[in-house]
């Protein structure tokens, strides 16, 4: 029973100290940058320190002479995070909703094909669609940014699978005896049934588009008025010769805030919403 | 009666609703897919006007004979088997820890939270980032040389192939464990306890129910991870190109991916757009072909599984 004892604390004592490890080597990196953004050139240079320094308001200063307009950086990232948030979620969820509540011709073949088209990486789209929408003369614009997020076959997948579990078909039976039209039931009963998973999906869909690179970079990269958070960093990071590393880091650390501050609030609802639209069994 | 004909009446709603996805998907997906095949076949150039003449297969033969491409094909193959070995092992060693019975682990939820959290991380940064970390006068070289004198002079990392290349593998598994390892407790602790009990009746040790029960019962979980994660990591993009901080992934194009050279492809000097799609379309047919293999290996393999169980089952 002892050298019991003796094993199983052991095992214990080998698995926390790997875990630690592995926390410190998640987190490590990113708190030396929230540190770095806080210091002096001149210090950051001299060595690390995991002590923040006091130079943070002068970093900022040397951002605005930059030339880079992180605010409207922010404000791009925001515009088109939020609103293909809105589009995604809203329109997955009517797309799902009809799926799953009514009958009608080719409804399983519908279905199946969006199940495919989960899988095509979406490289194979982007230079048909950049081609195209230079034709149309759309580039450079926010409508090919925004609008496409209408069409998400991953978040209609994700509704289809929960509403088969979260909405009872009577209720819409009893709706319709109350006169209610079928519009008015999806806005007012299925819409509020689904709030949970409808808050998941958005948090991803959110993260997705706010750290998307690929496709901005593609079609609105010429307009530096359009430029995302990523494009804009990709900018901070290509001028070699600028070595205000404070006022890099600082750059850095604006484009990860929000996203850590959103994790440490939702970090249970984003846990438990990952295996949500992998493998159900 | 009345109730199912009021449903009939009601399901050309069905059509309405699904419109908006229809139409949308027809013209932002479906058509620029199509229009990515159509593209391929082309000598389409972004400055001379984009149409271009069909030119059958001679992207696709003249990508075949670039070594530059060959190169970009083999790397990402590399890049993406590199992190995705060491990233399933430690997700497996993390998911037995944390799904193991026998010793209830604490803090599971908050480990869990906090190595899923380089996931949500912007890559651009994230490369970024590192590209700062591993300079001359980066806190890793004042780490290895100045504190703990592990190396004597400091090394430019990114200036040697073989560290950028382990760099962009460490940053994909740092990136990637995490959520790797999440999916698949949720695969284990839907494995029916009744499993484990019969075996330890039988005298079965942890390691061995670990590699007869966990492991092949976690199959359709372990497909799921390596399909999203292949079709991902044929994608590779912005930690390369952002780390690597060139066009080509340099130095000597150790990092060089298919969606890098892509967008050579496309970009100035090239100008080719046709050339740049046939790209595309060979990253869809390799990634849906190894998919649809992993697919049939894993399939048959679980069925054989499962009857081999039931047999078992059935004999003792």
Same mark, same amino acid.
Not at chain 1, 139 to 142: I, K
Not at chain 1, 148 to 152: G, L, M, N, R, V
Not at chain 1, 219 to 222: C, L
């Given at each position: 029973m002892d050298s019991y004892r003796i094993k199983q604390f052991s095992y214990k004592f080998i698995c926390y100290t790997f875990l630690i490890i592995l926390f410190l080597i998640c987190v490590l990196p990113i708190y030396m940058l929230l540190i770095n953004a806080t210091r002096t050139t001149e210090a950051i240079n001299a060595g690390f320190s995991l002590i923040p320094g006091t130079n943070i308001i002068n970093n900022w200063n040397i951002i605005q002479g930059f030339g880079i307009n992180i605010p409207l950086g922010l404000r791009n990232s925001l515009i088109i995070a939020i609103s293909t948030t809105f589009l995604s979620v809203y329109f997955s969820l009517l797309t799902a909703y009809a799926i799953n509540i009514y009958d009608f011709k080719f409804k399983k073949a519908f279905y199946g094909f969006i199940l495919a088209m989960t @899988?095509?990486?979406m490289n194979l789209y982007l230079i048909g669609f950049f081609q195209y929408m230079h034709h149309l003369g759309m @580039? +450079?614009? @926010?409508t090919p940014m925004i609008l496409?997020?209408? *069409? *998400?076959p991953g978040t209609v997948f994700f509704f289809k699978q929960y509403l088969d579990s979260a909405l009872v078909p009577e209720l819409i039976q009893a709706a319709r005896i109350d006169g209610a039209t079928e519009f008015e039931i999806f806005n007012k009963i299925v819409l509020p049934i689904s709030k949970p998973g409808a808050f998941t999906m958005a948090i991803f869909a959110f993260v997705g588009s706010w750290n998307a690179f690929m496709g901005p970079l593609f079609?609105?990269?010429?307009n530096i008025n359009l430029h995302t958070l990523p494009l804009i960093m990709q900018r901070l990071q290509g001028d *070699?010769?600028?070595?205000d590393f404070g006022a890099i880091y600082l750059g850095m650390a604006i484009s990860l805030i929000p996203i850590i501050i959103v994790y440490s609030i939702f970090s249970k609802y984003i846990v438990s919403g990952i295996t949500l639209g992998s493998v159900k069994e | 009666m009345n109730t199912k004909n009021k449903k009939l009446v009601k399901d050309y709603w069905g059509y309405i609703f699904i419109a908006p996805f229809i139409i949308i998907f027809i013209i932002f997906a479906l058509y620029p897919i199509a229009n990515t095949f159509f593209l391929s076949f082309t000598n389409a150039n972004i400055i001379h006007g984009?149409?271009? +003449?069909i030119i059958g297969f001679n992207n696709f033969i003249s990508l075949f004979n670039d070594p530059m491409f060959i190169r970009a094909l083999q790397n990402t193959w590399l890049l993406w088997l590199g992190n995705f070995i060491p990233q399933m092992i430690l997700a497996l060693v993390l998911a037995a820890m944390f799904s193991s019975t026998t010793f209830k682990l604490k803090g599971t939820g908050f480990f869990k939270a906090i190595y899923y /959290?380089? +996931?949500? /991380?912007m890559p651009v940064t994230v490369a970024a980032l590192f590209q700062h970390y591993l300079t001359l006068h980066g806190p890793i070289n004042s780490f290895l040389v100045?504190?703990?004198?592990?190396?004597?002079e400091p090394r430019n990392?990114?200036?040697?192939a073989t560290d950028t290349r382990f760099t962009v593998m460490f940053i994909q598994t740092w990136m990637w464990f995490g959520q790797t390892a999440i999916v698949l407790v949720s695969g284990m602790t839907s494995i029916s306890p009744s499993y484990y009990e019969s075996a330890m009746v039988d005298g079965a040790s942890q390691t061995r129910m670990f590699f007869k029960i966990t492991l092949p019962l976690l199959k359709p979980v372990l497909l799921f991870v390596l399909v999203t994660s292949l079709v991902g990591g044929m994608q590779m993009f912005d930690i390369p190109l952002l780390l690597s901080d060139g066009p080509l992934g340099p130095p000597d194009m150790s990092v060089l991916t298919m969606n890098m050279f892509m967008r050579a492809r496309m970009n100035?000097? *090239? +100008?080719a757009i046709g050339s740049a799609a046939a790209v595309s379309v060979i990253l869809f047919f390799i990634s849906s072909f190894v998919a649809l293999i992993l697919f049939r290996v894993f399939r048959t393999d679980e069925q054989k599984q499962q009857k081999k169980q039931r047999r078992v089952e059935t004999n003792g």
């Open positions: @899988l095509v990486p @580039l +450079n614009s @926010l496409p997020s209408i *069409a *998400a079609i609105i990269g010429g *070699a010769f600028r070595t | 984009m149409p271009g +003449n /959290l380089p +996931n949500l /991380l100045g504190t703990t004198g592990l190396m004597s990392f990114l200036q040697f100035h000097p *090239a +100008n």
